[in-house]
């Protein structure tokens, strides 16, 4: 399988980019690119989007971009718990003490714990603020780059001698990048740093360059002496190794003075020592730091480092216990379960005593309009059929009324109530009970409307409806249906 990872380091006067491409366990710099960075009139975000458009580097690839020096905190905090896990979850809050950045700003990576012979531990952890990472973020962001990981120079060069110099996991050593305008040295044992400082550079413009590496000299030494002392308690070893990585190819001496002032073997940092170069290039410690970024997203299982882009996504989106809000959703669905059948039950209780009452009225209503039949099965059924049973004698009996018309006085009152001198042919007259329906033609729809008028006048006609009025196409005739109710009104 193969990955690929562009490291991008952004110093102060320089920009550096390596794409490092891993086959299995061979690892290859494909591209490098480099070049200064005039404040005046060079422009950051057009220089990074050239990495990708102009030098041919892979857009798919990774990205991994480094902190500026004086962007990024170190501190060394006593502590009485061993394991970092705790460390991180119990005692961030002491950490947040020993940085000089706002509470609510600051972003922290623990990255080691080393124990002192009285049984104390000591936390190492870096530290930097989001508005720091936020301007860092918003450079690429105009370049169209998203990194994958933000960490710190240090480390980065620490995971390019690991890669290169494989034999530094097996003893305490020093680290020590030197580039134009910081000096960063390192102390680490068994593949971790245990302490860092930052150290700028601030060379007189009267001064020599000699003058200024004796001088970077000198002080790495005195550094490096009070920097072991502080974290083994002890004098710097005369087996100790210093790994030197040179960021700025005009300190040229700098190795053979700092074995003069220091009695330690100096060792210069081959980046390509088990890294193939691509053609035509020689190794340059400039690229140290570019290199290390890459290799910290290639072989993360081997080096270590800290990833702020990380802890800055964590602090914006608190961690999700997964476990914890299954439980959460599982008891709410519980519970909603649990009130839905409680309302269910409650609901068909409701419904039956409903039931039950309306058997009761509909029993009492039955006893009291029937008070005389004694067996009682089913009332609705029984009272249906009793209505049924009054709804035939009424009608065999409807026609000895009093106030009732007879089907012949219905015939004469529609006779007499047609209008004179108009063409009114009736089709059909059916006369049900005391409901009549006179179905025919005539000649214009305003005949029909004035025999309407006419029944609606008879005495002994309730209603006069007029239903289906039509002109035959072909005839020219009107077909309608006037519908009539025979009831007559009872006097109040």
């Not at 006085?409 to 001198?421: K, W």
């Amino acid at each position: 399988m193969t990955e690929r990872c562009i490291g991008i380091d952004i110093g102060s006067s320089h920009l550096c980019a390596v794409q490092v491409v891993r086959v299995g366990e061979k690892f290859c710099i494909e591209k490098v690119f480099g070049t200064p960075i005039r404040r005046s009139t060079d422009f950051l975000p057009d220089m990074l989007r050239s990495i990708l458009s102009k030098h041919g580097f892979d857009r798919r690839a990774q990205i991994a971009v480094s902190m500026p020096h004086n962007a990024v905190f170190f501190s060394n905090v006593q502590t009485g718990l061993p394991d970092l896990e705790d460390i991180r979850r119990d005692e961030l809050t002491i950490l947040r003490h020993g940085f000089p950045i706002e509470p609510d700003e600051i972003l922290i990576q623990v990255h080691s714990c080393h124990r002192f012979p009285n049984g104390k531990h000591s936390v190492f952890a870096a530290a930097t603020s989001v508005t720091s990472l936020q301007d860092r973020l918003s450079i690429l962001s105009e370049a169209k780059m998203h990194p994958d990981l933000v960490d710190v120079g240090i480390f980065a060069v620490h995971s390019a001698v690991m890669v290169n110099h494989p034999e530094i996991a097996t003893a305490a050593t020093v680290i020590v990048h030197v580039d134009e305008s910081c000096l960063t040295l390192a102390v680490t044992r068994n593949s971790a740093i245990l302490a860092v400082r930052n150290i700028p550079i601030v060379p007189h413009p009267d001064r020599s360059l000699d003058s200024i590496e004796q001088q970077v000299a000198q002080l790495l030494s005195r550094e490096v002496q009070i920097t072991w002392q502080k974290v083994f308690g002890d004098s710097v070893e005369s087996d100790c190794k210093i790994y030197l990585a040179i960021g700025d190819n005009s300190y040229h001496d700098l190795k053979p003075l700092i074995e003069q002032s220091i009695d330690c073997q100096v060792i210069v940092v081959d980046t390509c020592a088990k890294l193939q170069p691509p053609p035509d290039y020689s190794a340059d410690g400039t690229i140290c730091i570019a290199e290390g970024l890459a290799l910290r997203l290639l072989v993360h299982d081997k080096v270590a480092g800290t990833d702020f882009l990380k802890a800055y996504h964590t602090s914006a989106k608190p961690a999700l216990d997964t476990k914890k809000e299954i439980s959460v959703c599982a008891m709410l669905l519980t519970a909603v379960v649990i009130i839905w059948l409680i309302g269910l039950f409650t609901q068909l209780s409701h419904l039956e005593t409903s039931c039950a009452h309306a058997k009761d009225e509909i029993r009492d209503v039955f006893q009291s309009t029937l008070p005389d039949e004694k067996n009682i099965v089913s009332p609705l059924v029984q009272l249906e059929q009793k209505l049924e049973s009054f709804r035939g004698n009424y009608q065999l009996f409807a026609s000895f009324h009093p106030e009732r018309l007879s089907a012949l006085e219905i015939l004469y009152s529609i006779t007499r109530s047609t209008p004179a001198h108009v063409k009114v042919r009736v089709d059909d007259l059916l006369i049900a009970g005391d409901r009549v329906r006179i179905s025919g033609t005539c000649d214009s729809f305003e005949v029909v409307y004035e025999w309407q008028r006419l029944l609606g006048q008879v005495s002994g006609f309730g209603i006069a409806d007029v239903r289906d009025v039509q002109r035959e196409p072909k005839s020219g005739l009107v077909h309608f249906v006037i519908l009539l109710s025979s009831a007559v009104e009872e006097s109040p």
